[in-house]
T-cell receptor
């Protein structure tokens, strides 16, 4: 158990819908990262937040957005869902400190299925 | 540009030694990390090299050569439970991930 929690574990929805994925980082960690992993693919970095502020942006679609709240939990919002958005979505956290993003602790993931 | 290259698949025999290579090209460099991911599971951190040389953690070792922009993960005394995907990730301006290497272990 990494200490990072994600809810829900599974999500099934229809095309065109909007969903929200939630992540709570490990105690003391200030950074939260979101990743997308499609079937048998690598990890696609989406976005990073550090202490409530956006720190880095990867291949995140305009239909997707995220935020980190004062209690440091984060939410990833996916809208106008398409079949191709079906994937595992991971959240990870890392402790404060320069280059600490090199050691990230991953949550169990949310499996999103878009029908 | 920024890129990482690692083999897509490696096959080895139980009890043997296997090396998974990773070459990178990034703007800025802080270090090379390795993660393990079992099918359906979450990635777990294995090791991090910021300086040249070999880091050993039990059966796993990781090597870095910054001058060659190259690193590898060495797994010794392979066990069936080591069957997984292994990702290298390079820390520069942000963390860049390789596509992963699927390690298949045969009895």
């Amino acid at each position: 158990d990494s200490g990072v929690t994600q809810t829900p574990k599974h999500l099934i929805t229809a095309t065109g819908q909007r969903v929200t994925l939630r992540c709570s980082p490990r105690s003391g960690d200030l950074s939260v990262y979101w990743y997308q992993q499609s079937l048998d693919q690598g990890l696609q970095f989406l976005i990073q937040y550090y202490n409530g502020e956006e720190r880095a942006k990867g291949n995140i679609l305009e239909r997707f957005s995220a935020q980190q709240f004062p209690d440091l939990h984060s939410e990833l919002n996916l809208s106008s869902l398409e079949l191709g958005d079906s994937a595992l979505y991971f959240c990870a956290s890392s402790p404060p400190g320069q280059s600490s993003y090199n050691e990230q602790f991953f949550g169990p993931g949310t499996r999103l299925t878009v029908l | 540009g920024q890129s990482l290259e690692q083999p897509s698949e490696v096959t080895a025999v139980e009890g043997a030694i296997v090396q998974i290579n990773c070459t990178y090209q990034t703007s800025g460099f802080y270090g090379l990390s390795w993660y393990q991911q079992h099918d359906g599971g979450a990635p777990t951190f294995l090791s991090y090299n910021a300086l040249d040389g070999l880091e050993e953690t039990g059966r796993f070792s990781s090597f870095l050569s910054r001058s060659d922009s190259y690193g590898y993960l060495l797994l010794q005394e392979l066990q069936m439970k080591d069957s997984a995907s292994y990702f290298c990730a390079v820390g520069g301006d942000q963390l860049i991930w390789g596509a992963g290497t699927k390690l298949i272990i045969k009895p």
